[in-house]
């Protein structure tokens, strides 16, 4: 019973999300701690990561959606508008990092959601 619970596909996408949502936290870090790096290109999510993870959901196979796997890449889209060639703006990842905290704390209220169904079977209380 509570296994099934915990093996819905809604349930594993938002773990899944959660997950993607820590690496680009990391990856938004790295990208402000080398602001000032001659060079450096700025990280995110591979942007293949989200088709990737929109066609397992489709499909609603759990085990596809955990096979998903998240990883960073350069920022192919980010162009450098200094001289050392640096691509990183502090605007926009700060920007970023906001964007990314909502959507995390979203993610973070549907698996919340999810143990509240559970709690309520045990105990009778929400």
């Keep these: 019973m509570i296994e099934s619970?915990?093996?819905q596909s809604g349930y594993v996408?938002?773990?899944?999300?959660?997950d993607v949502s820590a690496l680009?936290?990391?990856a938004l870090a790295s990208n402000i701690a080398h602001l000032e790096t001659p060079g450096y290109k700025r990280?995110?999510?591979?942007p293949s990561f989200a088709?990737?993870?929109?066609?397992?959901?489709?499909?609603?196979d759990v085990s596809r959606i955990?096979?998903?796997a998240p990883r960073l890449a350069v920022d192919s889209m980010a162009v450098s508008s200094r001289?050392?060639?640096?691509t990183v703006e502090l605007e926009t990842e700060l920007l970023?990092?906001?964007q990314n905290a909502m959507e995390q704390h979203l993610e973070t209220q549907l698996l919340t959601g999810t143990m509240l169904k559970l709690r309520l079977a045990i105990t009778g209380r929400g």
């Design 5 to 7: 619970l915990f093996n």
């Design 13 to 18: 996408a938002a773990k899944k999300m959660l």
């Design 24 to 26: 680009r936290h990391e």
């Design 43 to 46: 990280v995110d999510v591979a």
């Design 51 to 60: 088709s990737e993870l929109q066609q397992a959901v489709g499909t609603r």
């Design 66 to 68: 955990q096979q998903a």
């Design 83 to 86: 001289t050392d060639g640096n």
């Design 96 to 98: 970023k990092m906001n």
